[in-house]
Each structure stands twice: as structure tokens, then as C-alpha cells.
């Protein structure tokens, strides 16, 4: 398996394929840096939310008065949870979010920046080039295989 991904790598990667996919899935390359407060309830999550936004606290010190952890994150938009691509790919830099139902617990972000993907960038060239090979590898198992088999003539 490791000699078909490394004949695939060579193969798959040059900059023209890397280029033609990174124009391709343009907005999951994009890296975001994110502060994040995940709170338990969404009565709280909301009060937070007003205090950020009409008050002009700042996130982090609604976090400590709260006594929530403040999580700041760089990443793949990819790699964001679910609840908070769209929203995040939406907003501008510096924008507080409305907080996001995420698996039980409410989710308050706030954008810190976008940085907009270049190839230049070693780890988004690293992700586009995985991306590139894991397509490829999976192509490889879409087409049906076709038996020739020759038919016995005494049937």
C-alpha cells in the first residue's frame, strides 16, 4: 500500500494539479484563527454573547468572569466543527458570532483573521498535496472491475 501512495505522490504532484485544487476547495484551505468560549448552556452562552456585543467586553474577560476556558485556535476551515464553517467563512475579522449549538454545548467565536490560502505556505501545500493523493488513491477503488471469462462452450 505505502509503494501505490508513493507512486501516486509522484505521480499527482505538481503544481498544476496543486493550483487547479487549490482554486477547486479554495475556502477549505482558508485558515482561521478563532478565540472560542464553549459554555453548557445556551441561556449563559447568550448572556455572554450580549455582554461582548452591548457592553464591549472583551471575550476574554467574559470568559474568566464566567469561568470558562477561552480556547484560541489557528486551522483549516475544514477543520472547523460543523456548526461554525459557515458562519466563520461569513464573518469579518475581529466579528463576534452568535453562539452555535455544537453537540450539546453552545459555542461563542469570535474571528480573530482569514488568511487566504497560498501554495507557498508549507501547510497548506501539505494539505493540498494529502488531498490530492487521497483522491487519487480513492479513484483507484471506483471502477468496476470487468471479468473476461471465457465461456464453456458445452453449456
Not at 57 to 84: C, D, K, N, W
Request: charged share 30%; hydrophobic share 40%.
Amino acid at each position: 500500500w505505502a509503494e501505490l501512495a508513493e507512486a501516486v505522490r509522484r505521480e499527482a504532484l505538481n503544481d498544476a494539479e496543486r493550483s487547479r485544487l487549490l482554486v477547486e476547495q479554495r475556502n477549505s484551505f482558508v485558515q482561521v484563527e478563532i478565540a472560542l468560549i464553549r459554555f453548557d448552556s445556551e441561556p449563559a452562552a447568550k448572556e455572554a454573547y450580549l455582554c461582548v456585543e452591548c457592553d464591549r467586553m472583551e471575550l476574554e474577560t467574559v470568559a474568566q468572569l464566567a469561568g470558562y476556558p477561552i480556547q484560541r485556535m489557528v486551522s483549516f476551515h475544514h477543520e472547523l466543527p460543523e456548526a461554525l464553517r459557515i458562519p466563520v467563512l461569513g464573518a469579518h475579522s475581529g466579528s463576534t458570532l452568535h453562539p452555535q449549538a455544537n453537540n450539546g454545548t453552545y459555542d461563542l467565536c469570535r474571528v480573530i483573521r482569514h488568511c487566504e490560502p497560498r501554495l507557498e505556505d508549507p501547510a497548506v501545500r501539505a494539505a493540498v498535496d494529502d488531498l490530492l493523493v487521497r483522491r487519487r488513491l480513492g479513484s483507484a477503488g471506483l471502477y468496476p472491475v470487468r471479468w473476461h471469462l471465457k465461456e464453456d462452450a458445452s453449456e
